[in-house]
């Protein structure tokens, strides 16, 4: 009766995996719940417009911010998005300090490959100071929730594969008269299901903006979403941009600039640092 120790260990994976999800799920869930009526559920919302910069964060995280930051500088033709995927400076006086820290990361040559320039942007300090008045704020979700939530959703996919590998292993054993394999696999479909519900539920459940905005955060930016139509003035475009991302931005030049962004990774900055 091999199988049913390994079926043993499937609902042992597969339980520990959801068990860990949901615990994560609830913390974050009162963790942004807290901060959310510690401010602006008290307000009911209402003291509080969300800058584009704001915006960005709720919707895509750091990332979304440098976007946004090099569509708008690009836009006012301060910095030039060439469809190769390089930017270059036009203007070198940043307006703001996430246009600053765009700028700084390009170099004083003044020209860089977009995917590096995002990634170091991103991670600016600019950027992190803005991320902490947002959770002060109660409007984004504290770091260690988004990513503890994260981490158990990897890991109940991951658990799925074991039950998946454990059910295989169980069906090329040799089968004992009294148990047919039938049988046996619908064993172990029972806590595979268990594991691709929690993923469903997980899935379904969680808010397009959730990994970023609190629920608090999510409201705001539900509102301003629904305001962020294909209007041709300046400021509803780059609303647009930061709450879909650049697949709102409508130039093909400009849309192909950003295409190039995820083709330069670690090795690539360390690659250009190395060129200073």
Not at 41 to 51: F, S, Y
Not at 87 to 103: H, Y
Request: net charge positive; glycine share 10%; with cysteine.
């Amino acid at each position: 009766m091999v199988w049913v120790l390994l079926l043993l260990l499937a609902w042992a994976v597969a339980g520990a995996a959801c068990t860990r999800l949901c615990l994560a799920a609830a913390r974050a869930a009162n963790s942004a719940g807290s901060a959310s009526s510690a401010s602006l559920d008290a307000n009911a919302g209402h003291g509080h417009d969300l800058t584009l910069y704001e915006a960005a964060f709720l919707s895509g995280g750091p990332g979304r911010v440098a976007d946004l930051t090099m569509v708008s500088m690009a836009r006012q033709r301060r910095l030039l998005l060439a469809h190769t995927g390089w930017a270059t400076v036009v203007d070198p006086r940043g307006r703001d300090e996430m246009e600053r820290s765009v700028i700084g990361a390009i170099g004083p040559e003044g020209q860089s490959p977009i995917a590096p320039v995002r990634a170091a942007a991103a991670a600016a300090d600019a950027v992190g100071g803005l991320a902490d008045r947002l959770v002060d704020a109660g409007l984004a979700v504290p770091d260690g929730a988004r990513t503890t939530v994260a981490a158990g959703v990897r890991q109940v996919r991951v658990a799925a594969v074991v039950v998946v590998a454990l059910g295989v292993t169980a069906l090329l054993l040799p089968a004992a008269p009294e148990m047919p394999r039938n049988l046996v696999a619908l064993w172990f479909a029972l806590p595979l299901a268990l594991t691709l519900s929690c993923l469903a539920i997980a899935r379904v459940e969680a808010h397009p903006y959730a990994r970023w905005a609190s629920p608090a955060g999510q409201r705001l930016l539900g509102t301003l979403a629904r305001h962020a139509g294909s209007a041709g003035d300046d400021r509803m475009y780059l609303t647009s941009v930061a709450v879909r991302g650049i697949r709102a931005v409508g130039e093909p030049d400009l849309r192909a600039a950003f295409a190039h962004r995820g083709q330069y990774g670690y090795h690539g900055l360390l690659g250009l640092h190395g060129r200073d």
